[in-house]
DNA sequence: TTACTATATTACCAATTGGTAAAATAGTAA
DNA sequence: TTACTATTTTACCAATTGGTAATATAGTAA
């Protein structure tokens, strides 16, 4: 293994450790569509206001969000659309695991 | 948000974080095209063999990676061909972050 | 100015992760 | 049987991560 494909799987380990948590994944699907304020992004993930900053700064350091102020407020948005596509391929995975894990117990 | 999307956030974010780290993605990267057995894995990756055999069980309880025995050899292979499409989503990105940031700078 | 609101940052602690070295397992072969 | 090889598992430690509570920052408005 070359050192140029080692850096590159350590970059691209980073921005995957951004998204690989529950509540960043959330707040990922969250903004799919539209940009939304923390305040709004607070509320739907429910959980602690400085908790959500922090997510939020995690993964706009790797420049999968990106944010905006208006006022008093700041919006994020998705940076990376084609995230979205990793979904359905994850739910694959999870889906195929289920039913053999459960194939395995009859 | 409901409780079944925290659940399916839950379940993805497992799968994700067992993916996002350099080594495993190296791994899974060198797994693309065909299965190589553990041997040859720690010969690609450079690192101890009990470090790696740590990183595989870890893809493989989540479903990424699958197993098969051959005398003494134990061969892994990439059960997720989808995963392969998130690095190029990843490597954009990475670069869209680098060439920003080489904006800012002058 | 003062008070209020939205967000970010800091300090701290508990829990998790990643690595190494040693021991265990299991297949092969003499 | 004994010795050897490939792999996994265990025990341990250091480093990182995730959460909470408190504090700081910055914009708004009276």
């Known amino acids: 293994m070359r050192e140029k494909e080692r850096r590159r799987c350590e ?11 529950p509540l960043r994944l959330a707040v990922v699907q969250y903004l799919a569509k539209e940009e939304k304020c923390v305040c709004e992004i607070v509320d739907y993930v429910g959980t ?3 908790n959500i900053s922090k997510h ?3 993964m706009k350091r790797v420049g ?3 944010d905006r102020k208006e006022g ?6 998705l940076n990376m659309p084609c995230a979205l596509n990793f979904f359905q391929c994850v739910q694959d995975i999870i889906e195929t695991q289920i039913s053999e ?5 009859r």
């Open 72 to 77: 008093l407020s700041v919006y994020y948005r």
């Open 101 to 105: 894990r459960s194939a395995a117990l």
């Open 48 to 50: 602690s206001q400085s």
């Open 56 to 58: 939020l700064s995690i």
């Open 64 to 66: 999968i969000l990106s």
């Open 11 to 21: 970059l691209q380990a980073e921005v995957l450790k951004a998204l690989a948590h």
